[in-house]
Nanobody, 114 residues
Framework: VQVVESGGGLVQAGGSLRLSCTLS????????MNWYRQAPGKQREFVAV???????NYADSVKGRFTISRDNAKNTVYLQMNSLKPEDTAVYYC?????????WGQGTQVTVSS
């Protein structure tokens, strides 16, 4: 499975961005699709997950502002980010759980200016 993120960029505080994570290769038995982020000097942290049944969960820091969704026809999972804050600045990574295997993308930079 190949995982490619896109959609990052520079946005002012209060703005919005939509990240995309496109999958290719042997896409089957996907258990969960996750978004993580890593800010400079900090550990990578969980942001959001969508399980195969469509159930979602979010980190408290983004709840109510971020929404994870998917388009099965496009093999793509999205992260809609609204009301962005400077503390949301990070490299955002897509993570796919396929059985016991985990695949990561290369990340996309999101920078929120104050």
């Amino acid at each position: 499975v190949q995982v490619v993120e896109s959609g990052g960029g520079l946005v002012q505080a209060g703005g919005s961005l939509r990240l995309s994570c496109t999958l290719s290769g042997s896409i089957f038995s996907i258990n969960a699709m996750n978004w993580y982020r890593q800010a400079p000097g900090k550990q990578r942290e969980f942001v959001a997950v969508m399980y195969s049944a469509g159930i979602t969960n979010y980190a408290d820091s983004v709840k109510g502002r971020f929404t994870i969704s998917r388009d099965n026809a496009k093999n793509t999972v999205y992260l809609q980010m609204n009301s962005l804050k400077p503390e949301d600045t990070a490299v955002y990574y897509c993570n796919i759980n396929q059985g016991s295997l985990i695949y990561w993308g290369q990340g996309t930079q999101v920078t929120v200016s104050s």
